[in-house]
Every structure is written in C-alpha cells, then in structure tokens.
C-alpha cells in the first residue's frame, strides 16, 4: 500500500489538525506514503481509482455517505481518521452500520500506521468476500424457492412424488439447455397466470 486518498469536508477546513503538522496528509507522506488530498465527492471519485486505501478524516456521521460512492466506483479499504473534532457524535453513530476497516489518530507512530493500512487492506477484503458470498447464498435461496414451487406444481398436475418432480425438471433443463432454475420459474409463472385466469 503506497498511494492514500486523504477526504475532508468543510467541517475538517477549519479543525486546526488540519491546519497543522498533525493534518493526516502531512502525516501519511511523513511516513513514506504518496498522498492525494479530496475536498469534494468530484474530487474523491477523480482520485479513487490511483488510490490504495481511502483515509477519511470526516465527522463520524458523514463516512457512509462518502464511503458508498467510492466503494462504488473502486473496492479499497476505508480507514477513518479519529480526532477531537471527527469524533464527536460517535456514541450514538456508532450504533450505525459505519463502513470503515481501520481507524488512525494524528498521535499514532509510523510503525503503528504501517499496521493498521495493513490490516485494514485484509479487513477490506475479508469484508468484501463475505458481501460476495452472502450474495451468492441469497441467490441460491431464491433459486431454491423457484425450483421447489416448481417441484410442487408438478407434483400436483402429475400426480408424482416431489423427488419424481424433481427428476422431471433435471430432465427438462438439460433438453432445452436451459439451467434448471429458469425451468422451474418459467413453469411457476405459467402456473401462476393460468391461476390466475381462474
């Protein structure tokens, strides 16, 4: 990790960390990194893409609303700068789902620094596997629930165990090329208009 995208808003332009040699981009490039500095979301999604891991040196409440579009555009970890003036509120936001895989302080020591981009790179790709993952079941459910209404209706019309039913749509998928699930729903909705049509 070499390249950092520091993001302020308007309510960090006035923090006097900012204006200091505590500012997390005097800091960042102190310890060897390149560092590119955004002040607006334009400014942020221009810069994303060159970016190793975001810094976000905003008000806790105001990171979602930041972080979205950037993962959006570039999957990179997200490490919230802490300060006295970022952390205010953070009792109450952090009961919110706050999408950051690291934090860091203007009083942290290189090596520390080091650590953290370093785990919150693993931390950003663990999460982003999870997320792929549980997609993938939820789409495996809902294939399972199409393909199961499907066992049932047929079952029922021909009179023939779901395990019979079952066979039958293996059976029909693989003469029309078609995957089984596509099958199944293509036969539920039929069912479904002809239901209907009742």
């Known amino acids: ?5 520091v993001i302020h808003n308007g309510t960090t332009e006035n923090d006097t960390e900012t204006l200091s040699s505590r500012s997390p981009d005097v800091i960042l490039r ?17 810069l994303i893409s ?7 040196h905003l008000p806790i409440t105001e990171i979602n609303d930041w972080s979205t579009p950037l993962i959006q555009h570039k999957i990179a970890p997200m490490v919230w700068w802490c ?10 936001a952090c009961e919110d789902n706050i999408r950051v895989d690291g934090i860091l302080s203007p009083f942290m020591h290189p090596q520390e620094i080091h650590w953290i981009l370093h785990f919150s790179a693993k931390q950003c790709f ?9 997609e993938q079941l939820l789409s495996r459910i809902e294939e399972r629930k199409w393909i199961d209404m499907a066992k049932g209706i047929l ?4 009179n023939i165990s779901e395990s019979e039913a079952y066979d039958l749509l293996r059976k029909q998928a693989m003469n029309e090329r078609k995957r089984m699930v596509d099958v199944a729903t293509s036969i539920v909705k039929v069912y479904q208009l002809l239901q209907d049509q009742t």
């Open 126 to 134: 663990e999460r982003h596997q999870w997320l792929k993952e549980r």
């Open 155 to 158: 079952s029922k019309a021909k």
């Open 50 to 56: 060159d970016a190793d891991a975001s810094i976000l």
């Open 83 to 92: 300060t006295s003036l970022t952390a205010t509120l953070s009792v109450s």
């Open 1 to 5: 990790m070499h390249s950092l995208l």
């Open 30 to 46: 102190s310890c060897g990194y390149v560092v590119e500095v955004a002040d607006t979301p334009e400014q942020a999604l221009a």
